[in-house]
């Protein structure tokens, strides 16, 4: 089955005050909208949670059963094609108008890069087309990099799976040396120069207010060397 929404939300987050003016409402905390689409055949329930994930039900309006043919990637030509065009015209201009881009996907990874927006004025530059999500965030003047944000499988840096979002920052050598003794969240630098670097997952493991000191810390320490 086809994951359209997943799709086409990806790297967004929802502005809850324009879904209101779009015409969402919010029920049990969730903003939900009803809207007819192709020539009012179907209707389509779309769901905003807290969290900014999309769902949706499509139903057709005749039968009142749900068309579930719109997500079934078997149908890729036809009637069921031309229904999920205009679908996700639908979908996409709620992106346009009531979405903003999510550079980030973890909570964590956003708090950073506002902080580093409004301590430093620097937005994250994204350099390569097969790793789209790889952030890099550095100096103006210089153009060294302090810190790299990263979506990667966990297995990387641990004997667990799953997806996480890190962040590399430079440090003192001794610095790394003594956050990598026993502290949860602290790993040796990932595609980075261990010795210099060092990796930080961004699910909570460390604290807001560590991660942006030793953001600032990195930021310090690549001003010069």
Known sequence: MLE??????????ADFNRLKQYGFILIDNHYV??????????KATIIVDKNSIVTSKVVDSDTGEEYSNIKNSAFTDGFVLKVREAYEILLNDIKTKCFVNRYFCSKQGMMILD?????????????????????????QDNKRWFAIIILINKNKIADTSGEIEIINLKLEKQKIKELL??????????????????????D???ADDILLGLIDESFRITSFN
């Open 204 to 206: 909570d493991s460390i």
């Open 181 to 202: 003794k026993n502290k949860k969240g602290y790993y040796p630098a990932y595609h980075m120069n261990k010795q210099n670097w060092i990796t930080l997952s961004l």
């Open 33 to 42: 909208f009803n809207k007819t689409f192709f020539h009012n055949e179907f």
């Open 4 to 13: 359209i929404e997943k799709e086409i939300f990806k790297k967004s987050i």
């Open 115 to 139: 902080y580093i927006d409004e301590t430093y004025h620097i937005y994250p530059e994204f350099l390569w087309p097969k790793h789209p999500s790889y952030g890099v965030f550095r100096h």
